[in-house]
């Protein structure tokens, strides 16, 4: 099975830091590339990269993609408590479904 | 927009009984899939429909597992007979007709214990 890797799965911070968290991809047919936030129970949609788009940017939150390398970082910028979640990675499968990695919990302190 | 619907939140029920999810995605989205968190995990894809029909249920355990859509609205999963393991929060999720549905809403889940 296409495996999808995130690093780190946990990681603590202070409010104000920046952090990057990583997504590595194991798939030649690339599709999409997805990043959601789940803060209880329901993953939020935050991007999607494709082919044709492999930079977003909303807000502090930002996002590239390395087709060639395989990976995609997710940024957060001056980081708030708000922003403590996990952190899902996710491709595009064939059939429009997600694979999905073990995501990174981030927990931003005051 | 109403968003995912999901019901119950919570069940608690012991080894070998049986329990139902209920799910009511978007109005309008035609594929829904059911995924399965556990702990500590990403969500895994259980069942995917496109509007009654099934696209892909390879990773659902047939045995004891079983999805259905009937109307190609709303759709129930049902395990029979829970083990152990399968406690786990179960995601609905919904996506609108299109070339790239890779842009899923998902609903509050249901958190189930197997005692």
């Known amino acids: 099975e296409d495996k999808v890797v995130q690093s780190p799965l946990s990681l603590v911070v202070h409010e104000g830091d920046t952090v990057t968290l990583n997504c590595s991809y194991e798939?030649?047919?690339?599709?999409?590339l997805l990043w959601y936030k789940q803060e209880k129970k329901a993953p939020t949609f935050l991007f999607m990269l494709t082919s044709s788009g492999i930079e977003k940017k909303s807000g502090r939150l930002s996002s590239i993609l390395d087709k060639k390398e395989l990976f995609s970082i997710l940024n957060i910028t001056a980081t708030q408590t708000g922003d403590s979640a996990v952190y899902l990675c996710?491709?595009?499968?064939?059939?429009?479904?997600?694979?999905f990695g073990k995501g990174t919990k981030l927990s931003v302190k005051p | 927009e109403a968003g995912v619907a999901q019901s119950p939140r919570y069940k608690i029920i012991e080894k070998r009984q049986s329990v139902a999810f209920w799910c009511n995605p978007i109005?309008?989205?035609?594929?829904l899939y059911w995924y399965q968190q556990i702990l500590g995990q990403g969500p895994k894809l259980l069942i995917q429909?496109?509007?009654?029909?099934?696209?892909?249920d390879s990773q659902l355990p047939k045995d004891r597992f079983s999805a259905e859509r009937l109307k190609g609205v709303d759709s129930t999963l049902k395990i029979q007979p829970a083990k152990l393991e399968d406690s786990a929060v179960y995601l609905c999720?919904?996506?609108?007709?299109?070339?790239?549905?890779?842009?899923?809403?998902f609903g509050p889940g249901t958190r189930l214990t197997v005692t």
């Open positions: 798939v030649t047919n690339f599709r999409s």
């Open positions: 429909f496109q509007n009654n029909g099934v696209v892909d």
């Open positions: 999720a919904s996506s609108p007709p299109g070339l790239e549905p890779y842009e899923q809403y």
């Open positions: 996710a491709r595009g499968g064939s059939q429009g479904n997600l694979i």
């Open positions: 109005s309008g989205h035609a594929t």
